[in-house]
């Protein structure tokens, strides 16, 4: 059985079996009709997927792993640019709050090479213009 950490106010029967109780433990998906296990509707990364000429098949396990990262990275990104507008004595955030949080965070470099004229643009239902030559 595994220990509980001194003044955690639990003791070794409310624990359960076999978990640590410092270790946050992911909600178990639940089997309720309406459910959701992905905030972005699936059908719309299924597409966004298939656009890709590359791409000749995607699963469904693939396109849900697919969502969950956008999610992730999404929430990441949003944080990071938060973090930058609090600095700034704002709660609202804005485009120079994102393009600081790219600057400053390594793992977002991948982003500075977007020009910025060519991003958030969508136009006719199709996303920005691409550079001529470039598919």
């Known amino acids: 059985m595994a220990a509980v950490a001194?003044?955690?106010g639990a003791s070794r029967e409310e624990?359960?079996?076999g978990g640590d109780a410092a270790t946050p433990q992911p909600p178990a998906p639940t089997s309720a009709p309406g459910a959701r296990l992905s905030r972005l509707p699936l059908a719309r990364v299924?597409?966004?997927v298939k656009a890709d000429p590359d791409?000749?098949?995607?699963g469904q396990?693939?396109?849900f792993i697919l969502a969950r990262a956008a999610e992730l990275f999404v929430e990441t990104i949003a944080k990071d640019a938060y973090c930058c507008a609090q600095q700034g004595k704002r709660k609202t955030l804005q485009r120079r709050d994102l393009?600081?949080?790219i600057e400053a965070v390594d793992e977002f470099a991948f982003l500075e090479e977007f020009p910025p004229e060519n991003c958030l643009t969508i136009e006719n239902g199709r996303d920005c213009e691409e550079p001529s030559g470039v598919r």
């Open 99 to 101: 393009d600081n949080a």
């Open 15 to 17: 624990e359960g079996t």
């Open 46 to 48: 299924k597409a966004l």
């Open 55 to 58: 791409v000749t098949l995607a």
């Open 6 to 8: 001194p003044g955690s």
């Open 61 to 63: 396990e693939a396109i």
